[in-house]
């Protein structure tokens, strides 16, 4: 399973990066409250948030959050391009942790294009420059993070600039619980803690398993995260099914016992769920058991909907690197990835 020895292959310290969740979310907040200052009383038409990877995730999860709350649209680009409604009226947040992501630069400069406000977020490179040669708005965030483990800074400032432009009222109390929370979980899923901890278990039961994330679509952001950070950090393959949508088809690879992709089901619930989520559950975990494939049901923790999303990602954060471990894996690197930048770099960039 998992002992101190075995805790040494994390030598860039992702656990630690992970712990520091809390923190990140209270500076990226402050930073950005600072940052947005200049468009404070700004209307916009629609949010964009232009990114990829984990710099893109702070996008999902702030449309997840704002999403009954906010009359004005707030979507993710994940491309080279923005979507055809982006005019001026709409503020376009180039998301970039390096600030070199081509295709997060290919949408900075098709919003000016597009004569639509933009702002940055950013730790350096292309991006910074941008913003500073243009005075545009720009959080810098803290350097020498993989993107995927900054996380709590990103979303930390769209937070903020989400009250700053009315996508949401002023989310100070729900950060507060949601920090406070974060800190106590840290405790409970933390190395220091390595019999009775869950997100242990969760890598134990997954270790020979293709990990399968089953969600509400309320929690399609948090369950892309699980997969995304089960892939890179525990180079693992992983895939993802969203209810009420997976009750039409998904359930189906269920039906005729089918061992070959060795499924490894983990269920994320929480109390906003649609009432007629439950019973859809239900009946897929008893041919989930029949099969032996369900790793466990876990509901987050907190009472605002921000703590409960934070809950449920930093549970999955500790469980992806885990399992890295237990299998032998440094969960750091992400070689495959730095030689697809290569190989494409070498063969050009269109502009």
């Known amino acids: 399973m998992l002992d101190r020895d075995t805790l040494k292959l994390d030598s860039s310290d992702m656990l630690g990066k992970i712990a520091s969740m809390p923190d990140q979310l209270r500076t ?51 491309g080279y391009g923005l979507p055809g409604f982006v005019g001026s009226d709409a503020l376009v947040v180039i998301s970039s942790y390096s600030g070199d992501t081509e295709e997060a630069l290919a949408c900075l400069r098709d919003a000016v294009k597009r004569n639509a406000t933009i702002v940055g977020i950013t730790s350096g490179g292309e991006l910074l420059a941008a913003a500073e040669s243009h005075s ?32 949401c009222a002023a989310p100070d109390g729900d950060l507060a619980e949601c920090i406070d929370t974060l800190g106590n979980l840290n405790t409970a899923y933390g190395p220091a803690n390595l019999s009775d901890n869950e997100a242990l278990a969760i890598a134990g039961a997954l270790v020979d398993k293709t990990p399968l994330i089953y969600c509400s679509d309320q929690l399609g952001a948090v369950g892309l995260r699980w997969k ?57 975990e008893e041919r989930i058991r029949e099969q032996g494939a369900l790793c466990g049901e876990f509901w987050s923790a907190g009472s605002s909907l921000l703590t409960q999303v934070f809950s449920l990602i930093l549970l999955g ?35």
């Open 28 to 78: 990226g907040f402050d930073l950005g409250r600072e940052a947005w200052k200049p468009l404070a009383g700004l209307k916009p038409g629609a949010l964009v948030v232009a990114g990829m990877g984990g710099s893109a995730m702070g996008g999902d999860l702030l449309r997840s959050y704002a999403l009954k709350q906010s009359e004005m649209p707030v979507t993710v680009s994940r």
């Open 136 to 167: 545009m708005p720009c959080v810098r965030l803290p350097e020498g993070y993989p993107p995927r483990a900054a996380l709590g800074y990103s979303f930390g400032a769209l937070l903020a600039l989400a009250g700053t432009v009315g996508v």
């Open 228 to 284: 995304n950070q089960f892939c890179e950090n525990s180079k693992k393959l992983a895939f993802l099914s969203l209810q009420p949508e997976m009750s039409h088809n998904d359930i189906m690879g269920w039906e005729i016992d089918d061992d070959t992709i060795r499924g490894g089901v983990v269920i994320l619930r929480m109390r906003e769920e649609h009432p007629r989520i439950s019973p859809r559950f239900a009946f897929l």
């Open 317 to 351: 954060d500790y469980a992806s690197v885990y399992l890295a471990l237990m299998r032998g894996v440094d969960p750091t690197p992400i070689a495959t990835i730095e030689g697809l930048k290569v190989r494409i770099g070498k063969e050009g960039t269109e502009q």
